[in-house]
């Protein structure tokens, strides 16, 4: 197993720290200590929280656009992009259980805001890049994108938060059913 660097180190014990005290629980003594290194070290890497939890921010935004381009193909069929999304960020949050307990913390972290607006307004990343083309396509509505998005892939965040509160799982046939749902509520002429 690879060894992860002084950074990742920090970044997993903030996320993992996170879980557990939540945002404002947060210090950088707490965070040292939870990745096994002095108080210290962590000012070589971070002048301060705000650094780092900026610095976790835009970690997540990256993290999520690369999780959207995983395995996207522009020439298949509007719903089938966005399946393939949807599906990219169930797995991805199947897969690291800590995004789902510190979803609702992101909302907070210092510049991840500003990261969303510029990506939307420079018509940045694939969600971006997707609506753009299926609204053009007539297959959309002509919504912005951000409520385009509360529409239909944050189901796919909501339903993952829904299913570790409650402790269920869904079966494929039934989070198909969520996915066909959920592209329906962008669809255009319905």
Request: with cysteine; hydrophobic share 45%; net charge negative.
């Amino acid at each position: 197993m690879k060894e992860l660097s002084m950074e990742e180190k920090i970044f997993a014990s903030t996320q993992s720290l996170m879980a557990e005290v939540g945002l404002q629980g947060l210090s950088m003594q707490k965070i040292a200590k939870r990745a096994g290194i002095s108080a210290g070290t962590i000012y070589l890497h971070f002048t301060n929280k705000e650094a780092l939890l900026q610095e976790l921010a835009l970690r997540i935004f990256k993290l999520f656009q690369r999780t959207l381009w995983t395995d996207f193909d522009e020439s298949r069929p509007i719903f089938q992009q966005y399946q393939t999304m949807w599906w990219n960020i169930w797995l991805l949050l199947q897969e690291n259980p800590e995004l789902i307990i510190n979803m609702n913390q992101y909302h907070a972290l210092p510049g991840l805001d500003r990261l969303c607006k510029e990506s939307e307004e420079k018509g940045g990343g694939p969600w971006y890049s997707f609506c753009e083309r299926a609204i053009q396509a007539g297959e959309i509505v002509n919504l912005p994108p951000n409520l385009l998005w509360n529409l239909s892939l944050e189901t796919a965040i909501n339903v993952a938060l829904d299913c570790a509160f409650m402790q269920s799982k869904l079966t494929d046939d039934q989070l198909d059913m969520v996915i066909k749902r959920s592209f329906y509520a962008i669809k255009a002429n319905l």
